[in-house]
């Protein structure tokens, strides 16, 4: 019989990491429910991307636990650990593309790593689709990075974190240096294809904007820990400096007002479109 535990689909408990004398997270817990977008704000180098990078056991902790589709991610056997990477996809900060490599190959990366069998026809196909799929024109596969707008690298990196169509995306601060128009067209991009292959996200963002149209909860990181996390009705319900000051000061008033000016924007879940 299925429990609940089968509907957290990441889970940190007693997280605890450090850089030298440097302690950037200190009894961190988090549950990332399936099927959610999940947005992860605080103040800079508060440790977001770090908790990124320790979910997926590329930052070995000092303490704690971590499990992603009940799996242990510290300290795996490779052989292990490769079968669980192949169920995440991740955009890193900046996108990261090869840029030796065409879009089309960067596509390919991660499927000739988990599948080298494969041949180049179907390689090349797979490749098409996601690039098509992420909303670039088929002509940008051939295309080098250093050859893309901002906003098509990002989502050439998006492709790439979906070329083995995975059940978890790891976003980090995907929106950050696109213009407004380009950023709601890439939360419109997150949210369509989280619901059409029922993805679960794990969203780190400095985008007020993004957290009101797309996400379902928000984890807020201070003081080494997510010290709250809810929708954000439930976090503005929270007497606390920080979040009342993110939420409630000019730019979160600003995000609510394009929300309420674009009408029909829905946040999953509400029923409102
Ligand atoms: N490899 C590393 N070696 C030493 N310190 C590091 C390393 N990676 C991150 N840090 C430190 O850890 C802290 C948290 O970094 P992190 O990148 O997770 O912050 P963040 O919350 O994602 O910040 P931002 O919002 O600015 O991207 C920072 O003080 C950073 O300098």
Same mark, same amino acid.
């Given at each position: 019989?299925?429990? %609940?535990? +089968?509907?957290?689909?990441?889970?940190?408990?007693?997280?605890?990491?450090?850089?030298?004398?440097?302690?950037?997270?200190?009894?961190?817990?988090?549950?990332?429910?399936?099927?959610?977008?999940?947005?992860?704000?605080?103040?800079?180098?508060?440790?977001?991307?770090?908790?990124?990078?320790?979910?997926?056991?590329?930052?070995?902790?000092?303490?704690?636990?971590?499990?992603?589709?009940?799996?242990?991610?510290?300290?795996? =056997?490779?052989?292990?650990?490769?079968?669980?990477?192949?169920?995440?996809?991740?955009?890193?900060?900046?996108?990261?593309?090869?840029?030796?490599?065409?879009?089309?190959?960067?596509?390919?990366?991660?499927?000739?790593?988990?599948?080298?069998?494969?041949?180049? %026809?179907?390689?090349?196909?797979?490749?098409?689709?996601?690039?098509?799929?992420?909303?670039?024109? %088929?002509?940008?596969?051939?295309?080098?990075?250093?050859?893309?707008?901002?906003?098509?690298?990002?989502?050439?990196?998006?492709?790439?974190?979906?070329?083995? +169509?995975?059940?978890?995306?790891?976003?980090?601060?995907?929106?950050?240096?696109?213009?407004?128009?380009?950023?709601?067209?890439?939360? =419109?991009?997150?949210?369509?294809?989280?619901?059409?292959?029922?993805?679960?996200?794990?969203?780190?963002?400095?985008?007020?904007?993004?957290?009101?149209?797309?996400? +379902?909860?928000?984890?807020?990181?201070?003081?080494?820990?997510?010290?709250?996390?809810?929708?954000?009705?439930?976090?503005?319900?929270? +007497?606390?400096?920080?979040?009342?000051?993110?939420?409630?000061?000019?730019?979160?008033? %600003?995000?609510?007002?394009?929300?309420?000016?674009?009408?029909?924007?829905?946040?999953?879940?509400?029923?409102?479109?």
């Amino acid at each position: 019989m299925p429990s %609940a535990d +089968d509907d957290i689909i990441i889970r940190v408990r007693g997280l605890r990491t450090s850089f030298g004398d440097q302690v950037i997270h200190d009894g961190l817990d988090l549950d990332v429910r399936r099927g959610e977008i999940l947005g992860v704000v605080g103040g800079s180098g508060t440790g977001k991307s770090v908790l990124m990078r320790a979910i997926i056991g590329l930052q070995p902790p000092d303490e704690g636990e971590i499990t992603v589709f009940g799996e242990s991610t510290i300290g795996r =056997e490779e052989t292990e650990a490769v079968e669980i990477r192949k169920r995440w996809g991740v955009l890193f900060q900046g996108g990261a593309l090869f840029s030796t490599l065409t879009v089309a190959e960067n596509v390919q990366v991660p499927i000739r790593e988990f599948y080298p069998e494969l041949d180049l %026809a179907l390689l090349d196909e797979i490749a098409s689709y996601k690039v098509v799929m992420t909303g670039l024109p %088929a002509e940008a596969g051939p295309k080098y990075p250093a050859e893309l707008s901002g906003g098509m690298k990002k989502r050439a990196g998006l492709a790439r974190a979906l070329a083995l +169509d995975p059940e978890l995306l790891f976003l980090d601060e995907p929106t950050a240096g696109l213009d407004p128009i380009g950023a709601a067209g890439f939360d =419109e991009l997150t949210h369509s294809l989280q619901q059409t292959m029922g993805l679960t996200v794990f969203l780190i963002t400095h985008d007020l904007d993004t957290l009101y149209a797309i996400c +379902d909860r928000v984890a807020v990181l201070a003081d080494k820990k997510v010290i709250a996390v809810g929708t954000i009705d439930e976090l503005l319900a929270l +007497d606390h400096p920080w979040i009342q000051e993110y939420f409630n000061g000019p730019r979160g008033r %600003a995000a609510v007002a394009t929300q309420e000016a674009n009408g029909a924007r829905k946040k999953p879940g509400t029923g409102t479109d």
